[in-house]
Every structure is written in C-alpha cells, then in structure tokens.
C-alpha cells in the first residue's frame, strides 16, 4: 500500500502537469524548439562541450528537440520531473504517509522552467527548459550512486575502510570528472554527499575526509579548468550550468525558485534520516485511541499542506501573460500563413481585453490625474524634473500594469494589419480591433525585434533586414532552427540559392526539419516554383523597393512606417502602396496621407474607397480644408453619418480637454465609435514602439 501511494503520487503529479503545459503552453512549446538546435555531428558536439557544462546543453538540446510535437516534448520532460520525484523518495528515505515531501524538487524545477517568459528570447542558456531539470537529475542520480556504493559504510575492518576509500575516489571522480560535462550540478552533488556523509553514523575520519575534499573541490575546481577554457570569464566558472539571468536587482524573482532548488536536497538531507520502525502496539484505551487517530491524521493534513503550498508556488511563478502567448499564437500561425487563423486568434484576444477594461477604469483615472498634476507642477515650476521623475514612476507603473490587462502589445496589433492586407481586408477592418501599446509585462528590456521582428520583415520582403537580425542574434544568443530558416527563405527570395543551400542543409540533418528544409531546397533547385508559391506569392508584391542604406535602430515599428509611407518607388504594387497608406494612417500625419492616397488611389482605380480610408480622407479634410478639396468625394453614407455623430459626441464632451482626463469618456467613445479611424486618431495616444 505504501508503494502504490508513492507511485500514485507521482502519477497523479504528472498527469496534472502534463495536462495543464498541453492547454496553456503548448505555443511554447513549440516556439521552445524552434529557438534552439541539435545537430547530431561531431562538430556540435565539440561546439557544446568548447564550455564547461557542455554535455548538460547538449543533452538538454537533444531532448529540447522532442517539442516539435508538444505533447511528446511535454511528456519527456514530465517523466524526467517523476524521474527526479522518485529520486528523492530513494535518496532521502521520505515515508509513504509523507510522500507529497518528495515533490518539493520537482515542483520547483516546474516553476523554474515555466516562468521564462520573454526571457526565451533573450536568456543564453541553450535549451532552457530542460536544462535545469537535466541538471538537477543528474545531481540526484550523483548521490544515488553513491548511496549504492557505501551501503556497507557502517561495517567495521577492513571493508568499513575499503568503503571509505570507496566514497572518497567517488567524490574526486565526482567533481574532478562531472565538472566539465554538468558543472554547478556536480559541485551541488558533492555538498549533498558531504552533508549526508556528515550525517551518517560513518566514522569521523570519514566525514572530516570527505566535507574537507568537498569544500576543497568546489573551491578549487572551477579555478583550476579555468585554465583549460579559452572563452569562459573565470566569475563565470563558478556558474556553469545556470541559468544564464544577469544578477541584477530587477531580475532576483527569477532566481527565487532556482535558490529554493538548489536548497531542498540539503534541507531534506537534514528532515529526513533513517526512518523508526513504527510501534505495533494496540491502542488500550479511548485516549490512546483519540492519539492514534490524531497521529493518523496529521499526515493527511501535512500532505494536504505541502500539495496546496507548491500549487502556489507553480502558480506564483508560472508566467501568465496574456499578451505573451497571444504573441505566441499569432507568430505559430503567420509561420503556416494562416491568416485567417490571426485574425481569429486577435479577435479572442481582444475579447478578452475588452472585459476587463470596466473593471480598471477607476485606476486608470486616478493614475492619469495624478500624472497630470505632476505636469502641471513641472510645468510652473513647483517640482525640478527629477522629483518628477521620481514621482510619476509609481503611477506609470500602475498604468502599466493595467495596460497589460487591457491593452494589446504593438506585436499583436501590427500582426493583425499583416494578416488583414494580405488577406485584403486592412481597409475596412483595419481598426475594427482592439488597438494600443501595452509594453511587454516583463521588466526585460525586451524589443520587438527579438519576439516578432523577424517575421515582420520577412513578411514585408525587407530580406536584409531579417537576415542582418538573425546573423546577429545568432551571434549573440546561439544558432537557433528559427534564425536559419529566415535566413534560408531571406536568401531565396534575393536569388542567392547557395547560401540558402548551406541552412537547408545543415537543417537537413536535424530530427524533425528534414521535411522542412527539403520543401525549401526545392525552391533553390527550381526558381520558377517561387511565384506560384503561397507563402512567397504574399510577399513578391513588397519586393520592388530601390536599394538604399539605412538603419532601424532595432526599432521595427517606427521604420516600417516611415518606410513604406515614404517610399516612393518608380516602380510600385498595389500591395505596396496599400502598406504606405496604412503607415500613413498610424503616423497621423496629414500631408504624408494625402500622398499616399492618392498614390493608392490611382493603382485601384476599379471598385469602392475602403471605408477607414474615406474615414481618414473625411477627417483630414475637414480638419485642414485649405489643403485637398474634398468636397466632390463620393463619400459612404455611413462614413459622412458616423463622422456626423462623432463630431456631434465631441463637442458635447470636450474631447480635447477630456482625451487623457477621463477614461469614463474615452469608454464612451469607444462603445459608440471604436471601429472607426476617428476613434484612433483622437483617443489612440502615447503609444511607444520597443
């Protein structure tokens, strides 16, 4: 019975985890696999073992490969966190009535794994979320190992010193071989050996023997193969095998879990030694009864502790943003070009924003008056520009945060545009969503770039671009299956098929983009398949810029707009000119609109003005009528009657003075007119590209 309440324990764990990673992280996952690479050649793994703990990243890339189909990666890596569950149960003797104990590590390798986040894109740990949890095995199968081979350490003679010699080569093989293939997670075997050894019944030479040449061979070790490493700083030495967040301030929440990792094979080392044989007496009185039946209960509701206390800990850590997985979403669904997919995926989306904005309109007024009146002491002079600072900085944050609950991530919205224009929809849907610029909720300083930058410019044809981004990413943070089919595709489509021929091939040789990379080599072999391709026939239309040397300051946003509303190229596409319109729209710049309407305007010559576009033309024109005529327009109906009501719903609400002071009225608007280029022009304000 106690068996089968340790494996249930373990079972019911892991089909829990199993279960919720497949429902909410399963874009992960997969985005998870594609951000890293294994290559089974000689030359990777000389790569990966160039650095101490180079066997942990290659096998935490072999199996990181797996979650090219999520549900098998998923499993792998719930069965590894059984693994280490069972582990501890064996190495430090947990009871069956406290076998809930024995998940303490495991369910922090859980919150280690699923709080990256935005970090996916940024940290340098090669494969992360296996690392850690290969690590940690290692770590405990290390002291198993070793338990297995003192089971005689209690013997007197001549086999109690064998055994100690035994233990003693043990821990030197340990550390002085394990280093460089696990690193940290050796040094962190050999103290849990030290402090078991120290709490044993050994003989004392045998302790003092083995915690000295413990502390000495953490010490000393990373010192001494610092020598043997041509690239590793030597504070870093110390480091191999973490994960790689810097050690800031801001980032110490990301190492809360990894510490009380690291701390609970020593703590349970401590709580748990060899178990007392329970007492069979029989209770011989109803007061021995009441205690027996105390005593029997208290584990119930020790274990019952313990399971609520790491489902909070699980929950706390677990990264939850709803914009970050949308991102996700909406990147896995441009890359199979499903546009109609995004669009889908943007509209729950923004439902889901949209039910949440009533419950923060309060907050979002008494931050923003708050900001106000520090402007206008700023402004009179009552306050200098740091205490300004300094002040504002809590309530931005505040508005923040309630940004990230209400509003979309510039990512998300200019996906939604990409998915409308290729689908030839952006005219009249194009502000029928939800708009904003809630920064990433992570304090990262993350860019768009590193989350979605790439496949933008890959999509708008601007080919150096997205391949300059991933030469240097992959500099940067590691060659990655990701950055090397951009790099592929980039190449195809500026005619330089024996570059994409060496990423196609080098693809080739992986588990499971072997199918991948033979689609796309036939492009190389064949050009005249490009055209009729669906994926290339979308982004053809953008290829007809003139060659120019210019920058983007890893700010993706801000230079596809003023490119493309800009660009005005003798030769053009309709495509393109649609694109310099949009731009034009976001960048509210009236005579850049002009140009670009017209512009659009004479390469569709056949069928209606869509409706934002009359929208924007209304507006303009009657904000600036000196400059075009618009009076002999043919104007919608429907556009002249909701530019009617608005104007109508401004002057009772004073919009200008009202816009930032009100969000009660900004709401009103919204209900009434949130589908309309108006709304965005007057009420869509202070949006910051990253």
Same mark, same amino acid.
């Given at each position: 019975m106690k068996k089968h309440i340790k494996l249930l324990t373990g079972l019911a764990f892991g089909i829990i985890l199993w279960a919720l990673i497949l429902v909410f992280e399963h874009t992960l996952l997969f985005r998870a696999q594609e951000l890293s690479l294994w290559i089974p050649t000689k030359i990777w793994f000389d790569g990966c073992m160039a650095l101490p703990a180079g066997f942990l990243t290659y096998l935490a890339q072999f199996f990181n490969q797996f979650l090219f189909?999520?549900?098998?990666?998923?499993?792998?890596?719930?069965?590894?966190?059984i693994a280490v569950y069972a582990l501890t149960l064996r190495i430090f003797h947990v009871p069956a009535r406290w076998a809930t104990v024995g998940l303490i590590p495991a369910a922090l390798l859980v919150a280690c794994t699923m709080e990256v986040g935005y970090w996916i894109f940024q940290i340098k740990t090669p494969a992360y979320l296996f690392h850690a949890t290969i690590g940690m095995l290692f770590t405990l199968l290390a002291v198993r190992a070793w338990q297995l081979l003192s089971k005689c350490g209690e013997e007197e003679g001549k086999k109690g010193v064998l055994n100690s010699v035994i233990q003693v080569l043990f821990v030197v093989v340990l550390i002085a071989g394990g280093y460089p293939l696990f690193g940290f997670y050796a040094l962190l075997a050999a103290a849990v050996i030290a402090l078991l050894v120290c709490l044993s019944k050994q003989k004392a030479a045998t302790k003092i023997c083995i915690a000295l040449l413990v502390v000495l061979g953490i010490f000393l070790t990373p010192r001494l193969y610092y020598f043997a490493y041509t690239s590793v700083r030597k504070p870093m030495m110390y480091a191999a095998g973490l994960p790689r967040f810097d050690f800031v301030s801001q980032y110490i929440r990301f190492w809360i879990p990894y510490i009380l990792l690291y701390l609970s094979p020593l703590a349970l080392a401590f709580c748990f030694r060899k178990e007392k044989k329970e007492s069979c007496q029989i209770p011989s009185s109803k007061q021995n009864m009441k205690k027996a039946s105390l005593k029997q209960n208290k584990p119930l509701l020790f274990n019952g502790l313990i399971i609520l206390c790491l489902a909070a800990v699980i929950a706390v850590f677990w990264y939850k943003d709803f914009n970050f997985h949308t991102e996700l979403k909406v990147e896995e669904a441009m890359d199979r070009t499903d546009y109609k997919e995004v669009l889908r995926i943007v509209k729950n989306h923004n439902a889901h924003m949209e039910k949440a904005v009533p419950r923060y309109i309060k907050a979002t007024k008494r931050a923003t008056d708050a900001i106000l009146e520090l402007k206008d002491d700023l402004a009179k002079g009552k306050i200098t520009q740091e205490e300004y600072d300094n002040l504002e900085k809590p309530y931005q944050k505040q508005l923040?945060?309630?940004?990230?609950?209400?509003?979309?991530?510039? *990512?998300?919205?200019? $996906? @939604?545009?990409?998915?409308? =224009?290729?689908?030839?929809?952006?005219?009249?849907?194009?502000?029928?969503? *939800?708009?904003?610029? $809630? @920064?990433?909720?992570?304090? =990262?300083?993350?860019?768009?770039?590193?989350?979605?930058?790439?496949?933008?410019?890959?999509n708008y044809a601007r080919c150096n671009f997205c391949y300059r981004w991933c030469l240097e990413d992959g500099v940067e943070y590691g060659w990655k299956a990701e950055y090397m089919k951009y790099m592929a595709k980039t190449s195809i489509l500026q005619g330089d098929y024996e570059a994409s021929r060496k990423f196609t091939n080098t693809l080739s040789k992986t588990l499971f983009h072997r199918k991948w990379a033979k689609k796309y080599e036939a492009f190389a072999d064949d050009p005249k398949k490009i055209p009729t391709d669906k994926e290339f026939a979308t982004i053809l239309p953008f290829y007809c810029y003139e060659d120019q040397l210019d920058g983007d300051n890893s700010l993706v946003e801000i230079y596809m707009l003023n490119y493309f509303a800009h660009s005005f190229a003798n030769t053009t596409t309709p495509l393109f000119d649609e694109m310099g319109l949009m731009c034009a729209l976001t960048l509210k710049d009236i005579p850049t609109f002009w140009q670009n309407f017209f512009r659009y305007a004479n390469s569709h010559k056949e069928g209606r003005m869509p409706a934002h576009y009359q929208e924007a033309a209304l507006l303009f024109g009657n904000l600036e009528p000196g400059n075009v005529d618009i009076s002999k327009m043919p104007f919608d109906k429907t556009v002249q009657m909701k530019f009617k009501a608005f104007m109508e719903y401004a002057r009772k609400y004073a919009v200008s003075a009202n816009i930032e002071r009100n969000p009660e009225v900004k709401k009103i608007f919204y209900d009434n007119f949130g589908d309309t280029y108006f709304y965005f022009y007057f009420f869509i304000r202070d949006v910051k590209s990253y």
């Open positions: 189909y999520p549900w098998l990666g998923a499993l792998l890596l719930v069965l590894l966190w923040d945060k309630i940004h990230h609950k209400t509003e979309p991530t510039r *990512l998300i919205v200019l $996906a @939604k545009n990409l998915a409308l =224009l290729k689908l030839g929809r952006a005219g009249d849907e194009m502000f029928k969503y *939800l708009d904003g610029g $809630a @920064k990433p909720a992570t304090p =990262l300083d993350i860019r768009m770039m590193q989350v979605g930058g790439k496949m933008l410019y890959y």
